[in-house]
């Protein structure tokens, strides 16, 4: 911390990452959160994605949820959603504010077993993917201040998401540290709204708007507060658990995603369009992506078609089961399949699979 005018940025990258995740446990508490303060309604939850509704039904009944992950996208759309409040202005800021231990997610429970401030700090930018790879945090620091800059490298992000991070840092670090983490000042890119109180109370007095970026600065001893619940041994018994997590992100590929959706409800996303809808992808997108991973979802599709239907074939099924369970449209799709694909088996199960009704659909 001593040297000076010393400019150090650190960023995770995730060019690797074809599917951007976060914190399972961190969306969920924001849904919570905007539930509860009347800016989201019960219904508008609902039209969320199916892995939500699990995690949340697993998360109301206490199971622990604290390494699961969701679709980055979850959470710009909560916050979208807020945004269309009339009342939305200081929503970010009270979220922010507001410490939930009981919402404590892996890096959470990292950053308490830090030393001090700035040691959960560096471990806090280097690790934010762990909460939501689409936030960055920059540091600069001279002799008299540091200087902590925020933005989304996501662009839709509303202002009072930004608001929320602001807040949150500060209300974090003075649970951590047990003592006030007060800033010299704060800089924000909104405007200024109507009533900045809120932004007093949560942030500090000393308030920019229409800045050029979002920063809160500090003085250095502010950042070199010690933290009580230090413990090496958990820190890097933490750090084993973010490495796992860290190799498992990467390998959610797009092409892992749809074979996962197959898998889990072959009737329902053998068509594509309710894949592309649960993956938030245009069906072009989805085509590019996966031609990229060298596959195309036809192909995919008919793999687990095939896999399903080796099971089936296993016991009494009548065809018309079958197909309704390989997400065919008729019957007669399936015939037609069954006869490109395993045509040795076609008169051979021909019997023990057709009900004596659909024998005239045959050919």
């Not at 924000?188 to 970026?213: A, D, G, M, V």
């Not at 065919?328 to 008169?347: C, G, K, L, V």
Request: charged content about 25%; some cysteine.
């Amino acid at each position: 911390m001593n040297n000076v005018n010393e400019t150090k940025e650190i960023r995770h990258s995730t060019a690797e990452q074809p599917l951007r995740t976060v914190s399972a446990i961190a969306v969920i508490d924001l849904a919570q959160e905007l539930l509860q303060r009347g800016y989201l309604q019960a219904t508008q939850l609902n039209n969320l994605s199916q892995e939500f509704q699990k995690l949340y039904q697993h998360w109301q009944s206490g199971q622990s949820i604290q390494e699961e992950r969701l679709d980055e996208s979850l959470m710009r759309e909560l916050w979208q959603l807020a945004e269309q409040h009339p009342k939305k202005d200081s929503v970010g800021l009270h979220i922010g504010a507001k410490v939930n231990p009981e919402a404590k997610g892996l890096l959470a429970n990292w950053l308490a077993q830090c030393d001090r401030l700035d040691d959960a700090f560096e471990v806090f930018s280097q690790h934010i993917h762990l909460l939501n790879p689409a936030e960055h945090w920059h540091k600069e620091i001279s002799h008299d201040q540091v200087k902590l800059s925020f933005s989304f490298q996501q662009a839709n992000y509303p202002a009072i998401a930004v608001d929320r991070s602001l807040a949150a840092l500060l209300a974090w670090g003075t649970y951590y540290s047990k003592q006030p983490l007060k800033p010299l000042k704060v800089h924000l890119k909104r405007s200024q709204p109507e009533n900045i109180e809120p932004y007093q109370q949560h942030l500090c007095s000393q308030l920019f708007f229409s800045q050029e970026e979002d920063a809160i600065y500090f003085r250095p001893e502010d950042l070199q507060q010690g933290i009580d619940t230090a413990n090496p041994y958990l820190k890097s018994l933490i750090e084993e658990q973010a490495a796992k997590i860290d190799k498992h992100c990467r390998s959610r590929s797009w092409k892992n995603q749809v074979q996962n959706l197959l898998s889990d409800d072959l009737a329902m996303f053998a068509h594509i369009e309710i894949v592309c809808r649960e993956l938030q992808l245009s069906r072009s997108s989805l085509y590019r992506k996966l031609k990229r991973e060298d596959c195309s979802f036809s192909s995919l599709l008919k793999q687990e078609r095939i896999r399903r239907l080796h099971e089936f074939l296993k016991r009494p099924t009548s065809a018309a089961e079958i197909a309704e369970q390989l997400g065919f449209e008729d019957i007669a799709s399936f015939y037609r399949f069954r006869r490109q694909q395993m045509p040795a088996t076609t008169n051979a199960t021909a019997k023990s699979t057709a009900k004596p009704t659909l024998k005239s659909n045959r050919t």
